[in-house]
């Protein structure tokens, strides 16, 4: 009679397994599976396990430091994993150091064993100060750039408004009789010791204060036309460059001394080089306005929109650092790329006012965007509801009118 046949194994393979039943390695021997891991020896447990008790551990120290009690069972639990790396680890010492960092992520939050990790901030740090200085270097020169050109231009604007007024009243004054003979009424013993012949009613002190302030107002214009010309890399042609000397520019700007007799001439000559002078003073005005019209319309809103989003990630940094609950995190490239894109729009929001009364400048305003990108975007959806809404009015009072 055959004998029943028996269960036999391999004794080099692991015994089977019903299922649904837990693979454990025996706590006594260093060669049983880990768990869900039966190719795995005991001291080969999962990655997952030694990342799970370094969190705990580093959890578990910043509790200490900061003075929060946790509980013996908690500690106990993560004591022992410790304790069991060496020996192999099993079921009943993994569950409980998956539950002891359970408790204490909870008991901690927000502070997370990924932001205790990363509470080396040196490359953080570093990479916030090459951006910011970045910014600056780009932002400093053309704000500087923008700012001194549009004050010289403005002050060479009002100085041909005023010249223009002069230079009108002085031809018509002098202008009819700058080609005749002296006028029958002269005023003798004028401010340079001299007799000039003036129309009537005309004083010779209030001529000459007339003409110094033209002439003086013709040096001031070309000077800062040359200055200002330099913005733009002296691209406008000079019309007074080939002066040379002190003596020939002295005899181009300058009222001659003593004055002559027949102040008409005089008149005519200054207002020529004055005409020479506005046309190069226009010329480089009109130019810098360009130049730095774009680059105050297009660039710099941008530059300041990601300056403001440096800053708000700076300011959010020192914050989590405090707190020790700062985390890296790849969102901040795509913030940068947002408050690109909203300093490039700020131009089209140059009306953009904060109450009644109150307006924000196109750059400032592209630093709040990039501080506050959330805040623009929901001034957008407000400008597109408002469209939005008014279209639908639009639509129903025409269906209402052909009904």
């Known amino acids: 009679m055959p004998e029943p046949e028996l269960n036999q194994h391999d004794p080099a393979e692991p015994p089977p397994v019903a299922a649904g039943a837990t693979k454990i390695a025996a706590p006594d021997t260093g060669g049983s599976a880990v768990v869900g891991h039966p190719h795995k020896r005991a001291h080969e447990a ?54 002891a960092l359970t408790k204490l992520a909870a008991q901690l939050k927000p502070v997370t064993a990924e932001s205790l990790r990363s509470f080396n901030t040196r490359p953080t740090v570093r ?65 340079t010791g001299t007799s000039s012949s003036l129309p009537a009613g005309l004083r010779a002190a209030e001529v000459v204060t007339e003409l110094q302030t033209f002439a003086s107002l013709i040096r001031s214009i070309y000077a800062r036309s040359r200055q200002l010309n330099w913005f733009i890399l002296d691209s406008v042609h000079d019309p007074f460059s080939n002066l040379k000397g002190p003596g020939e520019y002295k005899n181009t700007f300058e009222l001659p001394v003593p004055l002559p007799s027949e102040l008409g001439p005089v008149v005519s000559g200054r207002v020529l080089v004055y005409q ?110 408002a469209f939005t809404k008014n279209k639908g009015s639009t639509a129903s009072a025409g269906s209402g009118a052909k009904a």
């Open 46 to 99: 999962p990655d997952y396990f030694a990342v799970a008790l370094d969190d705990a551990e580093r959890l578990l120290k910043y509790a200490a430091e900061i003075g929060i009690d946790v509980d013996d069972n908690t500690r106990n639990s993560i004591l022992e994993a410790r304790a069991t790396v060496s020996s192999g680890w099993n079921a009943k010492t993994a569950a409980n150091l998956l539950a």
């Open 127 to 191: 990479t916030y100060w090459i951006v910011a200085i970045c910014l600056g270097v780009l932002i400093v020169p053309f704000s500087l750039a923008s700012f001194v050109s549009s004050a010289i231009s403005q002050t060479i604007k009002a100085d041909i408004v005023t010249a223009n007024d002069l230079a009108v009243k002085l031809t018509a004054q002098f202008g009819p009789i700058a080609h005749q003979a002296p006028a029958a009424n002269t005023v003798s013993n004028n401010a």
């Open 276 to 385: 020479d002078a506005r046309s190069f003073g226009q010329d480089v005005v009109d130019d810098v306005s360009v130049f730095y019209g774009a680059i105050a319309t297009c660039l710099l809103p941008v530059l300041y929109s990601l300056l403001g989003t440096c800053a708000y990630l700076l300011r959010s940094f020192s914050q989590e650092m405090s707190n020790r609950t700062f985390v890296p995190s790849h969102s901040d490239s795509a913030r940068f790329l947002i408050a690109a894109i909203g300093g490039a729009v700020v131009g089209l929001f140059n009306n953009f006012t904060i109450s009644q009364g109150a307006s924000i400048p196109p750059l400032a305003l592209a630093f709040l965007v990039g501080y506050a990108a959330d805040v623009f975007f929901s001034f957008l959806e407000g400008v597109i509801q």
